[in-house]
């Protein structure tokens, strides 16, 4: 394969800090979150101490002033061994991120140094029961009451929603407005009112806890708006292609770890008096994994390159993500065929990825939306 050239030596630095603290306080303890469905804030502490939360939150509010290359590292470590139970990359790359770019300054002095440091946990609300990816017919609602806002609704499928300190809240303050009354409010976790239900029980991803919420006229004060009012449907989709790339990555990562894991088992596993890895047929599928792993390698880094320039646009970032998932999906299955009965067993990490991957072409836009995003640069409307 070829060189990876996107980091620099300061990166290389920080992975095997990265490498170390994943062997050490969460490969040991992974299977437990996975039983208990939620992983414990002391690791989140712990996290923070060790400086791998919110990598690009700049000096002057706590965090290390890194860059997204620094998150990606993170991402890539914890795929490697498939750790999928702390929501990391939610928390420190997409909703501080948020507040990075849009929050006031009083709001970044208040929570950016405790998302830094793993005493609040970030989660964002916008998921609802009767939709997903059409953010701009959300029911939950948020009305002006003088220097409040009142909140009515119900949010699904939140990731660290039982964990999380702070919830930004996708919300309707115009609700005859469409996507244009779409605005962003921080909620704190002890207000009136605001409740969660049950920790949800996936067929994956065990040891992340996903929450319902319920908002039953929950006040919190204007000075909670995140950005303007009504701009909290440009705000997320500003987001989005670092969301999807941040997806591809960690896809690419996994099913590499994954081929890696099978090379071991079909060379220590005999079958008719020799290794599995003798066969040919074991031999042509590996390489026909090696091949499409390495394709999409040196895609993925390409489009890492583009969005560290500005440059990557949201086609471009949907192909990734579409390409990264449909191909880990592939990966995995393929995978646990070589593994034979024992890529079925919980204890091996082939079966976990099976379980964990198939939520990664619906998670961050669905491949139908990737698909459709995608075809409206190849169809635009002046042709239709």
């Given at each position: 394969?070829?060189?990876?050239?996107?980091?620099?030596?300061?990166?290389?630095?920080?992975?095997?800090?990265?490498?170390?603290?994943?062997?050490?306080?969460?490969?040991?303890?992974?299977?437990?979150?996975?039983?208990?469905?939620?992983?414990?804030?002391?690791?989140?502490?712990?996290?923070?101490?060790?400086?791998?939360?919110?990598?690009?939150?700049?000096?002057?509010?706590?965090?290390?002033?890194?860059?997204?290359?620094?998150?990606?590292?993170?991402?890539?470590?914890?795929?490697?061994?498939?750790?999928?139970?702390?929501?990391?990359?939610?928390?420190?790359?997409?909703?501080?991120?948020?507040?990075?770019?849009?929050?006031?300054?009083?709001?970044?002095?208040?929570?950016?140094?405790?998302?830094?440091?793993?005493?609040?946990?970030?989660?964002?609300?916008?998921?609802?029961?009767?939709?997903?990816?059409?953010?701009?017919?959300?029911?939950?609602?948020?009305?002006?009451?003088?220097?409040?806002?009142?909140?009515?609704?119900?949010?699904?499928?939140?990731?660290?929603?039982?964990?999380?300190?702070?919830?930004?809240?996708?919300?309707?303050?115009?609700?005859?407005?469409?996507?244009?009354?779409?605005?962003?409010?921080?909620?704190?976790?002890?207000?009136?009112?605001?409740?969660?239900?049950?920790?949800?029980?996936?067929?994956?991803?065990?040891?992340?806890?996903?929450?319902?919420?319920?908002?039953?006229?929950?006040?919190?004060?204007?000075?909670?708006?995140?950005?303007?009012?009504?701009?909290?449907?440009?705000?997320?989709?500003?987001?989005?292609?670092?969301?999807?790339?941040?997806?591809?990555?960690?896809?690419?990562?996994?099913?590499?770890?994954?081929?890696?894991?099978?090379?071991?088992?079909?060379?220590?596993?005999?079958?008719?008096?020799?290794?599995?890895?003798?066969?040919?047929?074991?031999?042509?599928?590996?390489?026909?994994?090696?091949?499409?792993?390495?394709?999409?390698?040196?895609?993925?880094?390409?489009?890492?390159?583009?969005?560290?320039?500005?440059?990557l646009d949201n086609a471009t970032a949907s192909m990734a993500k579409l390409w990264g998932s449909e191909l880990l999906g592939k990966v995995v299955d393929e995978c646990v065929q070589l593994h034979g009965g024992y890529g079925f067993m919980w204890e091996y990490p082939i079966a976990r990825a099976y379980a964990d991957a198939r939520v990664r072409r619906i998670a961050g836009g669905s491949s139908e939306v990737m698909k459709t995003i995608i075809s409206r640069t190849m169809f635009p409307k002046e042709s239709r």
């Amino acid at each position: 394969m070829f060189d990876r050239t996107i980091f620099s030596e300061e990166h290389e630095i920080f992975r095997k800090t990265v490498a170390r603290f994943v062997e050490e306080e969460m490969v040991p303890y992974h299977e437990q979150w996975e039983e208990d469905g939620i992983v414990p804030q002391s690791l989140w502490l712990k996290a923070g101490e060790a400086g791998l939360l919110c990598l690009t939150v700049p000096e002057a509010y706590g965090g290390p002033g890194g860059d997204r290359l620094h998150a990606i590292v993170v991402i890539e470590e914890m795929a490697k061994k498939n750790i999928t139970g702390p929501g990391f990359y939610l928390h420190s790359d997409i909703v501080a991120s948020y507040l990075i770019n849009y929050g006031t300054e009083e709001q970044k002095k208040k929570w950016l140094p405790k998302c830094v440091s793993g005493e609040v946990i970030l989660s964002v609300g916008m998921t609802e029961p009767g939709g997903g990816s059409d953010l701009a017919n959300i029911k939950t609602t948020a009305i002006r009451d003088g220097d409040e806002y009142v909140i009515n609704g119900q949010k699904t499928f939140i990731s660290n929603g039982h964990n999380a300190g702070l919830t930004v809240l996708a919300v309707k303050t115009d609700p005859s407005l469409g996507a244009k009354g779409v605005s962003l409010i921080l909620v704190e976790n002890d207000r009136p009112g605001f409740t969660k239900g049950r920790n949800l029980k996936k067929v994956g991803m065990k040891a992340q806890d996903t929450a319902e919420l319920f908002f039953d006229n929950v006040r919190v004060p204007a000075s909670n708006v995140l950005g303007e009012e009504g701009k909290g449907f440009i705000i997320l989709m500003k987001q989005l292609e670092w969301e999807r790339m941040i997806i591809a990555a960690h896809c690419t990562a996994t099913a590499e770890a994954a081929l890696e894991w099978t090379i071991d088992y079909a060379n220590q596993r005999m079958v008719f008096g020799k290794p599995v890895s003798d066969f040919q047929n074991t031999r042509f599928k590996l390489a026909e994994v090696k091949t499409s792993l390495t394709v999409g390698r040196i895609f993925v880094d390409r489009c890492l390159d583009a969005l560290m320039k500005g440059e990557l646009d949201n086609a471009t970032a949907s192909m990734a993500k579409l390409w990264g998932s449909e191909l880990l999906g592939k990966v995995v299955d393929e995978c646990v065929q070589l593994h034979g009965g024992y890529g079925f067993m919980w204890e091996y990490p082939i079966a976990r990825a099976y379980a964990d991957a198939r939520v990664r072409r619906i998670a961050g836009g669905s491949s139908e939306v990737m698909k459709t995003i995608i075809s409206r640069t190849m169809f635009p409307k002046e042709s239709r």
